[in-house]
């Protein structure tokens, strides 16, 4: 069935630092791919998306390349700031067709700390 | 539009006794799934509905977890009886199925303790 690991936190970064959060997935055909942001106390947010190989997501200064080859979806942000606090789950949709109400496979999220 | 909303926000309960979440999705979307979140397991898809139909209900946990969709706006969940390892926080999300790559939109949750 599908999969998606991500890196075990706390990520712990400084201001201005540049994030990378590691995302792999297994899956079978062609997934679309997503970040999810959650905000303490609040729910879960679209934050980047990308539907099929080599697409890139983007969103407030995040980014995501959708690599087939490695079946990878890697978060990277150049400058992150104290607002950026919270977890981000990777997730992946479907795989037969890329899309479906299947529902998402979510990674066990990753819960980053930037620090002043 | 307002959002997934789900209440109450906050349950606190003793064991055994019967619980009701409730969530009422965006106007216009198709789908539905209810999600579970717990630090040890992270988020788990407990069941989802596609135009108000159970479609995989695999993730549910046990018998004492049934959910319902009467009509495209709103959806319960109930736990009876609850037991203390239920505690985590219960999320609602909803979707309109294009086909494209879904985007989820989610309810803010119900942290559920049970005592």
């Known amino acids: 069935g599908n999969s998606v690991t991500q890196m075990e936190g706390p990520v712990t970064l400084s201001e201005e630092a540049f994030l990378t959060i590691n995302c792999t997935y297994t899956?079978?055909?062609?997934?679309?791919l997503f970040w999810y942001v959650q905000y303490p106390g609040e729910g879960l947010q679209l934050l980047l998306k990308?539907?099929?190989?080599?697409d890139k997501g983007s969103n407030k200064g995040f980014e995501a390349t959708y690599r087939k080859e490695t079946t990878s979806f890697h978060l990277e942000k150049g400058s992150v700031q104290v607002s950026d606090s919270a977890v981000y789950f990777c997730?992946?949709?479907?795989?037969?067709?890329?899309?479906?109400?299947?529902?998402?496979?979510f990674g066990k999220g990753t819960h980053l700390i930037i620090q002043p | 539009d307002a959002g997934v909303i789900q209440s109450p926000r906050h349950e606190v309960t003793e064991m055994g006794q019967e619980v009701t979440l409730r969530c009422k999705p965006i106007?216009?979307?198709?789908?539905l799934f209810w999600y579970r979140q717990t630090m040890m397991r992270g988020l788990e898809l407990l069941i989802y509905?596609?135009?108000?139909?159970?479609?995989?209900d695999s993730g549910m946990p046990e018998d004492r977890f049934s959910a319902k969709m009467p009509n495209a706006s709103f959806s319960t969940l109930k736990i009876q009886p609850s037991e203390p390892r239920d505690s985590a926080v219960y999320f609602c999300?909803?979707?309109?199925?294009?086909?494209?790559?879904?985007?989820?939109?989610f309810g803010s949750g119900t942290q559920l303790s049970v005592l």
């Open positions: 997730a992946l949709n479907g795989g037969v067709a890329g899309g479906g109400a299947d529902g998402l496979t």
């Open positions: 106007s216009g979307h198709n789908s």
């Open positions: 999300a909803s979707s309109l199925v294009t086909g494209k790559g879904e985007k989820l939109f």
């Open positions: 899956a079978t055909g062609y997934p679309s």
């Open positions: 509905f596609n135009n108000n139909v159970p479609i995989d």
């Open positions: 990308a539907t099929k190989a080599d």
